[in-house]
């Protein structure tokens, strides 16, 4: 089981605010931040943004992306929207993508320092 996620981050502040709002729509909750990152979790699993610690600019690695569990539909379509609205990019619209699943239904987003995050459920509703 995967305990944490961290991606990096250019600016704390501005990661904040998308996070809190998008991470929010998925049960995710704020649990931390100090001058070098900001954790949320849920359970035993925690997503964090991190200044990188070798004091680089950080960078988004082509072919990685985040996927967060959703109960429904709904709740992707949520995280779609909320990402959008707080500077985030689409990457992929809310549907389905049987190409994975029958019932695979994803949305895509790029936060605003360009890291792909994904919501995803099974659910027919």
Known sequence: MIHHVSVGTNDLARSRRFYDAVLSTIGLSFMAQDDEGIGWGSGLMSFSVQVP???KPATVGNGNHICFAAEDREMVDRFYAAALEQGGTSDGEPGLRPKYDAHYY???VRDPDGNKIEAVTYSAK
Request: charged residues 15%.
């Open 106 to 108: 994803g949305a895509f």
């Open 53 to 55: 610690v070798d004091g």
